[in-house]
């Protein structure tokens, strides 16, 4: 059970057990049985107190948004993953000469759209992605981005860049003849939904995003170069010593010329053991699911090879800050960011650079979580999030 106080001031405050003051004999008992209560009470001498108590399974730094609005309640959103659904069509859309991606619906077809843009890049999509969204309220659409997944040419590096990405989330909402649509990121996923934001404004009517990353130097040369070792040393050692070490002054390059070599088994052998080490390390606590995702040569193969083509890249962006730089042209847009306070893949400085530039957003930190949107905190926040906008879309005039 959480225990927590919201002053009646513009502050949002979170208060834990720890800080709460000792009540008077005459605060009713609030039975265990209801998942969340709350009453106003008022003290003497005190500012008046809203008072709620609830029953979770993961703890939030976070601003209270979601159970008091302006000084008022407001209904408590659901934290609960939905259903396993099915796709209710599939397709693939050739979006290039050289590329054709997979995509799917899912949902309600006449529902409220929402994209999810997955991870890596080079990750693809998977059936449980469609769990953080209302099946009954939104239609739900998930693709694979180039080279990823189902999509073909599988792991092509070839006319693939962040900007081609964004070219073909506009042709795949042309092709579905959908006007705009709400969109949701994680990690690598966040990135290509802030280039997307910033280049379509008046395509996006709100964005999710979690395990923020704004691929910038600083960012790959923690997890890459030896930062998130300090962590991870276990993890960190059969990554390191796949090079050789007269080639470890850049391990993001060593690993570019294995993953691009003519000889197959070498890029298998390098995709392997760059995959596991960020599947090791993208828990909190080890999921041991995750890790042996590392083994599949075919998954792996995508995950790396783009994944190293992008950050050897730089993200095909003109400057390492240009995400940060072009915020404002998204700021009035209703946006979430969800954040691990331990993610060591994509740790909280840039969640925390992204919240300074763009105040506006409500800011989620999931205090016992690392990177994974599977993690149970992560994942509450996400469909809160997602239940936030839905409400939102529900009471627009």
């Not at 939904?193 to 008046?202: T, V």
Request: net charge negative; charged share 25%.
């Amino acid at each position: 059970m959480r225990l927590g106080f919201k002053f009646a001031s513009k502050s949002n405050t979170l208060f834990t057990l720890s800080s709460l003051p000792t009540f008077p004999s005459s605060v009713p008992y609030f039975s265990p049985s209801f998942p969340s209560v709350s009453k106003n009470f008022t003290f003497p001498g005190k500012k008046k107190l809203s008072l709620f108590v609830q029953r979770v399974g993961y703890k939030t730094e976070t601003q209270l948004s979601d159970k008091m609005e302006s000084g008022r309640e407001i209904e408590e959103l659901n934290r609960n993953l939905y259903a396993v659904i099915e796709p209710y069509s599939t397709g693939f859309l050739k979006v290039s000469d050289v590329h054709t991606i997979y995509w799917e619906q899912s949902g309600n077809p006449d529902g409220y759209p929402v994209v999810f843009l997955h991870g890596g890049p080079g990750g693809g999509t998977s059936p449980s992605n469609r769990r953080f969204f209302d099946p009954e309220f939104y239609r739900i659409v998930l693709f694979d981005q180039r080279g990823a997944g189902k999509s073909t040419p599988h792991a092509c590096l070839e006319v693939n860049t962040t900007w081609d990405l964004i070219d073909d989330i506009e042709k795949l909402r042309e092709h579905l003849q959908i006007p705009e649509w709400q969109v949701f990121g994680g990690s690598w996923g966040s990135t290509l939904a802030l280039a997307y934001s910033e280049s379509h404004p008046e395509k996006v009517t709100g964005l999710v995003l979690r395990g923020i990353f704004l691929l910038r130097k600083k960012e790959i040369d923690w997890f890459y170069e030896g930062g998130a070792a300090a962590i991870y040393p276990d993890a960190w050692e059969p990554f390191r010593d796949h090079i050789p070490e007269n080639e470890r002054e850049s391990f993001v390059n060593a690993y570019h010329k294995r993953l691009n070599s003519d000889d197959l088994e070498i890029q298998y052998a390098a995709a392997r053991a760059w995959t596991k080490w960020e599947m090791m390390t993208a828990h909190l606590l080890p999921n041991e699911e995750n890790i042996k995702r590392g083994d599949d040569d075919r998954f792996s193969l995508a995950f790396a090879r783009i994944e190293n083509h992008y950050f050897v890249n730089k993200g095909f962006f003109p400057s390492d800050s240009f995400l940060l730089d072009n915020v404002d042209k998204i700021r009035h847009i209703s946006t979430t960011i969800v954040q691990g306070r331990y993610d060591v893949c994509c740790p909280m400085m840039s969640a925390w650079d992204l919240h300074k530039a763009f105040p506006e957003a409500d800011f989620k930190v999931v205090s016992d979580a690392g990177h994974s949107a599977n993690e149970p905190g992560i994942a509450a926040e996400l469909v809160a999030a997602n239940e936030k906008l839905k409400n939102l879309a529900k009471n627009k005039p």
